[in-house]
């Protein structure tokens, strides 16, 4: 009787989640579609122009390590940028024709690990965010912040980060206090962000064949999919702890045994033997192990691969016990 109830209350759960789901695919194609807007696109190609016209403009690109990027360094390129302006608006008509005075300084662009951050017109500052997965080059997004003096706070002028990561919930956080740590700190989240993604887009491409369903919220800290390759359904379901993660830490990986109807006799035969005389589900905590250490590709083949063996051994106890 007990586990009857176990049964109905995971499927329950199974039908709850699998509603949640949808809801976030049908927002997520909602939203997609608004992404794609050409305003959106403008924007993005407006400031990738001007981000590629300040580096061509630059008389030295300074490489900096963790330590030499700094709030020091922070304050030094707001007060360029301020000083800049305040030339260039006291600049007057006639002096059009004459070599400004903004030649004779350095226009300085810094970049420091996977962030180019570079001085640009109008008393702004520009951050580009270089992504990568597997070594390989993905997306760049930007970010321009503005103050109206050096005294007062920055605050974000434009962006091109994905609307569903929490940009203005760092910037009210961390900007005023510390503007150092929000830029690092959008920058984790956009790299946290691309890994997930493309873990996920791996495994479409190289097991799409044999996954049933897959859902994921726009950001991919809730992922489940499911698997119906084998004599039974393996239902995996992750959640991540935050938005920097790329490993989960909330998972469940649990095999059901397939329906006599959905299944030929043989098959259902050897399901039968795998699952013993238990109809009920079987956590699998070696795909959990996986799921927990290595990225979502990797631990994917190991849930394969492994899958026969462990319903096997859960097979065993149960034939032993009743010989």
């Avoid at 008389?59 to 304050?75: I, K, P, R, Y």
């Avoid at 974000?156 to 929490?166: A, Q, W, Y």
């Avoid at 050897?270 to 799921?291: C, H, I, Q």
Wanted: proline letters at 4%; charged letters at 25%; aromatic letters at 8%.
């Amino acid at each position: 009787m007990g586990e009857v109830d176990f049964m109905q209350e995971d499927d329950i759960h199974l039908e709850t989640t699998r509603a949640r789901f949808a809801s976030v695919l049908k927002r997520h194609e909602e939203l997609t579609e608004r992404l794609s807007r050409d305003s959106d696109k403008m924007i993005f190609e407006r400031l990738q122009r001007e981000f590629e016209a300040a580096r061509a403009s630059q008389t030295q690109e300074v490489c900096l390590d963790s330590e030499q990027w700094n709030d020091g360094l922070l304050a030094t390129i707001r007060e360029r940028v301020h000083m800049e302006a305040d030339r260039k608006a006291m600049q007057s008509p006639g002096d059009a024709g004459m070599m400004p005075m903004s030649v004779f300084h350095d226009k300085i662009t810094y970049k420091v690990g996977t962030k180019i951050i570079c001085c640009l017109e109008g008393a702004r500052i520009g951050i580009q965010y270089d992504t990568s997965f597997a070594g390989e080059p993905r997306e760049q997004y930007h970010c321009v912040l503005e103050s109206k003096s050096f005294l007062e706070k920055m605050t974000v002028l434009e962006h091109t980060v994905p609307f569903f990561l929490p940009l203005r919930e760092a910037e009210n956080d961390l900007l005023s206090s510390n503007a150092m740590k929000f830029i690092d700190h959008i920058g984790d989240l956009l790299q946290a962000y691309v890994d997930r993604r493309e873990q996920v887009r791996l495994i479409n491409d190289l097991y799409g064949n044999q996954i049933g369903e897959l859902y994921h919220s726009l950001s991919y800290h809730m992922i489940e999919f499911f698997v119906e390759d084998f004599d039974c359904k393996v239902t995996v379901s992750l959640r991540y702890a935050d938005l920097l993660s790329i490993l989960p830490t909330g998972i469940s990986v649990v095999a059901w045994p397939m329906n006599q109807s959905k299944k030929s006799p043989a098959r259902g035969k050897k399901a039968k033997v795998a699952f013993g005389n238990n109809a009920g589900p079987m956590r699998l905590s070696y795909a959990e192990t996986a799921l927990r250490t290595l990225s979502l590709p990797e631990a994917f083949a190991e849930i394969v691969l492994n899958l026969p063996e462990a319903l096997e051994e859960n097979a065993q106890p149960k034939d032993l016990a009743s010989a």
